[in-house]
């Protein structure tokens, strides 16, 4: 049995045994993940996914997070500038084995599901967090601020014209 599964912006083929360099995942090693997106599930009766096929899923152990060969980018300017530059690059990847592929009642298997290392939760945590979160109150503080802002105005008005009269009797 083979599945095509799609990470990080990539597609892969599949069976269990398999070891694979996907980008960088949220995972320890030693971990097992899960990936929900699988394109089309092969071997005695093939079901392929319209665009994803449902309940299928492909679960594997992380084996460690590396980091890919250095791709050296290099450019130069011709003519009158002679101008270069070096710029280097090295992927970070994670190295998983392959070990089952689910064709169906992939929801119910409780495995962490496979999400890049943007995103540090998994979804099922971010839904347990979410009702712990008291909503934040919405202030408004924005009405008193201006009326402070006004009283202050009028307050310093009267005292620079204060200040100015007897500037100018003394003057007369």
């Known amino acids: 049995m083979f599945a095509v599964l799609k990470t990080g912006g990539k597609q892969y ?3 269990p045994g398999d070891v694979l360099r996907v980008e960088r995942l949220a995972a320890e090693a030693g971990e097992t993940v899960q990936f929900n997106d699988v394109l089309m599930v092969g071997g005695d009766s093939p079901v392929v996914g319209v665009p994803m096929v449902d309940g299928a899923a492909v679960q594997a152990t ?5 980091k890919g060969e250095k791709v050296i980018h290099y450019v130069k300017r011709r003519r009158k500038h002679s101008s270069q530059r070096t ?3 090295r992927q970070k990847l994670t190295l998983v084995r ?3 592929i689910v064709a169906s009642g992939a929801d119910s298997t409780g495995v962490k599901a496979a999400i890049g290392s943007g995103i540090a939760k998994s979804s ?4 347990e967090a979410a009702p ?3 909503p934040k109150p919405k202030a408004k503080k924005a009405a008193p ?3 402070a802002k006004a009283d202050t105005a ?3 008005k009267p005292k620079k014209r204060a200040a100015k009269k007897p500037a100018a009797e003394a003057q007369e």
């Open 13 to 15: 083929r599949v069976q």
């Open 62 to 66: 992380v084996i460690d997070q590396i």
């Open 87 to 89: 710029k280097g690059h």
């Open 98 to 100: 392959i070990t089952e």
């Open 124 to 127: 099922a945590s971010a839904a």
């Open 132 to 134: 712990a979160e008291a």
């Open 145 to 147: 601020k201006a009326e």
């Open 154 to 156: 009028a307050e310093a």
